[in-house]
Structures are given as structure tokens and as C-alpha cells.
């Protein structure tokens, strides 16, 4: 019922019920509109609604709707159902309102397989509107549409068009309205009134139209040629031929505005173009290249020229994508390319000349400065020397002549303090002195190293040894481990120079009663001297001078003794002459760890 759904009815009592009735649901009627309606041979129901084709099984009401999916082309081509009709082999044909025929075969109805066979323009169905199907006696399938009838031949598989020109009133027809008479003819109701149809009274032509290219146009004026369009052997086309339009005649004059064309062109479409009555065909902007174009056309029957006519046609690029100006193109970027190529290589020369000159400038300059400094070091260290030579003579006298004096004073005297004193200052002069002269000698290659294979272990407990009653006036303990063998290859009154420097610097800056802790252990083929105190720690800014000359940190000797800043210089570079290194851990407040490593003798 149009609005209202789909409705049971029971003969007996004449009651009815409404189908139930959501979009939503595969089980329900999926529309109130319902347009058409037929019952097959097994005595299904079938009904064509806006949203699909419902099938409703008669003994259990149930029900399964079939929609168009964009994405399968077997679905159904449409969901507006217009007209549904069984024919005598079982087939099912399925028309739609604006999606042109659909054929369900029997085998795959039975099997349950919804697969769907578009009817459309291809197979001479040029109408998408179908009003109506219906079976003649002869098993021919008619179709009534809004733009004529149409006969379907099943062993051609195409249709066949009636119009005007074969005695319709007028090409529109109803929905629905059509029926078979018992003697055969066929109703079709229009808008003009009924057509009667007596199909095995109809002529048909069985002749196949011959088919000729017939003209040529450019820019919708004729192109002129040597030869009629249809006696060309080939067609040469430019670039000026952007537009060009072909126009095609079938010779059959039987009812020849019901003749149909199509056409392809080989290279360039992808099948065939159903043209329909319009014999012509416009081609824009084709691409350089070889094709053929390929003309067919029908009689006012449906019946083919399948060999129909072939025309050869050749593009010609236009002269600047010529093979000879591509090879002009590549000539010109190649020589350009070389000449850039040639400029770039001697600008590139020219600028790698300029910086050679002045590497060698700047060369000599830092060469020049190099021997001045060397000049000027070894000058300072001369006058290092000569002060420290001629300062130790003197102290020498100062330091005998104190102590001469410091016997006669006795213990008890009066001035005693003031010669210790002199006596304790003129010794740290000495210390200095001897380090200048030291690290003068480092610095100008003197130093002899006289190396022996020593235990490192032995030479450490023997320095603290040494230094510890200076630890103890401070009430300081210190702490030896130097259990595992460690045998170094080096020069052992300066590697006892450099733990006795450690040392009395980690001495210099504890606090009163700290501790201090020795370690000598063997790792990686190295001999490892660690001395870890509690004092005061080393900030970033003392870490970055540590081992400079003369260099005085901002931590303060907890005793009040004094510091040259060259303790530290000379450990650094005695360890090196040893082919050693010398490391240091520290944070303020932390306490410091100096680390010392020298190759251990295999």
C-alpha cells in the first residue's frame, strides 16, 4: 500500500496486519512506499519499495531486503523499485526508476546468490526508467519505460527500441500498466491512451547496417582532406588540432533516427562509448601518439555492424617536443651544464689557490710566534735558573749561620723563636726553589729519568710513612692499603716526589682529626695510586687551574702552612714522563680523591 506499508490479509476472516516496518532493521520493510508487487512460481513474495527489493517468504512472514552497493557491481543497480516480473524460465527482472534493468537469474536466485545483471545503454537499454515488464507468448521480454518500448532478445542479448517512427503515440508510459492478452497481444498504457501489440505481426531487419565515417571537423568547421573522411587511409593530426570532432553515418533508412552508434579510440579509451542516436564523437587535446578509432553502429532493430569502420590517426608533437628538440634540449642543458661545471671547477681552483696562500701566511706567522715563545721560554727559564742559582748560595749561608746560632742560643734563650722561624723560612725558600728549577728542567727536556722496576706498593707505605708525624700533629690519620702486586718500571726518587706531593697537600687541607685514605691496586694493565681526604673539596673554577704554575685555589691550608702552587704542575708532568695520568674527583664540600695511574711492568 503506497504510504502505508505492505499488509497480510486472511480471505477467511478478511482481517489484515501491517508488516513491521524499520529502515534500520534487515528483517522489516525497509519503506511505507511501496511501488509494485508480484508473487513467483514458489508462491514468494516480492515487492519493490523506494529503499530496495523485499522478498517476503510466504509461510513464515519473513523477510530480506536487497540494496544497491556502490562498491559491488552485482548488487541491484538502484533502490527505487518501479516494476518486478517472473518470466516462463524463472528469471527475475527488477526495474528501478532512474537505475535502468536489473536480471536475477534463476540459478542464482535458487542458490541464494544475490547477483544482480545490469541492463543499460551497453546492451541497447538507453532508457533508465523502466514503467514495466512482460513476457510475450514467444518468450521475448518487453519493457516499458518513459522513453519508448524496448524488446529484449535473449539470443543476441541486446534490445530492441520501438518510438514515434513505429506508430506510438507517444513515447511515455505508465507504471504498471501493461498486461498480455489471452490471444497474445500485448497492453501498454500511456499517456496518450493504450498501445496494442501484436509482436509476431512485427517486420524486423535483420540487415547490419554498413558504417562510414562520414566527417571530420576542427573546431566545429570541416577539416579539409585530400580524400573523403571514409576513403582516408589515415588521418595525420597537429598540435593546432585541439578540438576535433568525428561524425559517423549507419546506411540503414528504415527508421534511421533509431539507428545507435559507439565508438573507442585504441590508445587513448578504455572500451567502448555508447553514443545512442548521436552519430558524432569529440576528442580534445590528444597527446602525441599513434591510435585508431573505431566506429560501430545498429539498425532501427538493435541488430550490429560489429566490424563496423577504423580510421588510423597519428598526433604529431608539436615542434618544440620533436625528437630533434629534445635533443636540442639536451644539448643546450649539457653544454650549459659543462660551462657551469668548467666555471664552478676554476672558481673552486682560484678560491683553493687563495686559502693556500694564506695557510702558508698564516703558517709562517704561527711559526714565527711559535720560535719567538720557544725563545722567550727558554729565556724565562734561563732567568728562572740563574735567580734560583744565585738565591741558593746565599740561603745555603743564611741556613747554616741560623742553625750555628740556634746551637749557641740554647733551648732557653732569648731570640730563639725569632732563629727558628728564620730557619723554618729560609727551608720553604729551598722547597720553591728547588721546584723552579725542577720544572724548569721538565720544561727544557733536562730531566733524566733513572728508571728501575720498583713495587709501587712498597714505594707509597714508605712515603706516608715519612709524612705521617706531619699528619699527627694535626691528629690525622691515614690509611694504607696496598696489598696486591704492583711492579712499575720508573724513576723512584721522583715517583716518591709525587705520592709525598699528593700526600702533604691532602695533609695541608683536612680538617683537624680527619682522615685521609691510600690505595695502590692493578687494573687494565695499570697500577692505580688513589688518595682520598675529607677536606674541603675543589670548586669548577679551582678544577679548570689545578695543574697550573703558580696557581693559588681558593681553598685555605687548615694548619696555616704555605703553598707555592707548583706541587700540583710538577705531579702532572713527572707522571707523564712515567707515560701515566693523573685525574682528580672532587666537589666542594665533598672532599677530594687524586688518582694516579702508571703502566704496570709485565
Known sequence: MWGAGLFVVDPASGRSRALPLDPHDPRALPDDSVYTITEDRDGVIWAGTRRGLTRVQPDTLEMKTFTHDPQDRGSLSHDRVSAIFEDSRGDLWVGTWGGYLNLWAAADRRAGRPRFTRMDDRVGLFANTIAGVLEDAAGQIWVSTTEGLFEYDAATGRFRSFGLADGLLNHRFNPRALCRRSNGELLFGGFYGIVLYQPETLPKSRHAPPVLISGIKRFGEPLATQREPFDLPELV??????????????????????????????????????????????????????????????????????????????????????????????????????????????????????????????????????????????????????????????????????????????????????????????????????????????????????????????????????????????????????????????????????????????????????????????????????????????????????????????????????????????????????????????SPGAGSTFSVLLPART
Not at 727559564?381 to 741556613?399: E, F, N, T, V, Y
Open 237 to 586: 593530426l597537429t598540435h593546432r588540432d585541439a578540438t576535433v570532432t568525428f561524425e559517423f553515418a549507419a546506411l540503414d533508412f528504415v527508421a534511421p533516427e533509431r539507428n545507435r552508434f559507439a565508438h573507442t579510440l585504441s590508445g587513448f579509451d578504455s572500451g567502448w562509448i555508447q553514443l545512442g542516436h548521436r552519430g558524432e564523437a569529440t576528442y580534445t587535446a590528444l597527446p602525441p601518439g599513434r591510435y585508431v578509432l573505431r566506429v560501430k553502429a545498429s539498425n532501427s532493430d538493435g541488430v550490429w555492424n560489429e566490424d563496423g569502420a577504423s580510421l588510423p590517426i597519428t598526433v604529431l608533437p608539436p615542434p618544440w617536443r620533436t625528437w630533434w628538440a629534445w635533443v636540442l634540449y639536451v644539448t643546450i642543458v649539457a653544454g650549459t651544464g659543462t660551462v657551469a661545471y668548467r666555471l664552478r671547477i676554476r672558481q673552486m681552483l682560484r678560491r683553493a689557490r687563495q686559502l693556500e696562500a694564506q695557510v702558508e701566511e698564516r703558517t709562517a706567522d704561527l711559526s714565527r710566534a711559535i720560535a719567538e715563545l720557544r725563545r722567550v721560554n727558554e729565556l724565562r727559564g734561563k732567568l728562572l735558573g740563574m735567580a734560583a742559582h744565585d738565591l741558593r748560595s746565599p740561603l745555603q749561608s743564611i741556613s747554616v749561620n741560623s742553625e750555628l746560632l740556634n746551637r749557641r742560643l740554647g733551648a732557653a734563650a732569648a731570640g730563639r723563636p725569632e732563629v727558628e722561624r728564620i730557619t723554618g723560612a729560609v727551608r720553604r725558600m729551598k722547597e720553591t726553589i728547588d721546584q723552579v728549577l725542577e720544572g724548569a728542567a721538565i720544561e727544557a727536556g733536562e730531566l733524566v729519568l733513572h728508571r728501575s722496576d720498583l713495587n709501587f706498593g712498597e714505594l707509597v707505605e714508605a712515603a706516608v710513612e715519612g709524612l705521617r708525624p706531619l699528619a699527627e700533629r694535626k691528629q690525622q690519620r691515614i690509611e694504607v692499603r696496598a696489598d696486591s702486586p704492583s711492579t712499575v718500571h720508573g724513576d723512584r726518587l721522583f715517583l716518591i716526589q709525587v705520592v709525598e706531593n699528593l700526600l702533604s697537600n691532602a695533609i695541608k687541607f683536612s680538617p683537624l682529626g680527619g682522615t685521609i685514605w691510600v690505595s695502590v691496586d692493578c687494573r687494565n694493565g695499570h697500577v692505580v695510586l688513589a688518595l682520598r681526604d675529607e677536606g674541603p673539596g675543589i670548586t669548577p673554577e679551582d678544577r679548570e687551574k689545578l695543574f697550573g704554575r703558580f696557581q693559588r685555589l681558593s681553598a685555605r691550608p687548615t694548619g696555616g702552612e704555605s703553598s707555592t702552587g707548583l706541587g700540583l704542575s710538577i705531579c702532572r708532568d713527572l707522571v707523564s714522563l712515567h707515560s701515566g695520568q693523573i685525574h682528580v674527583e672532587s
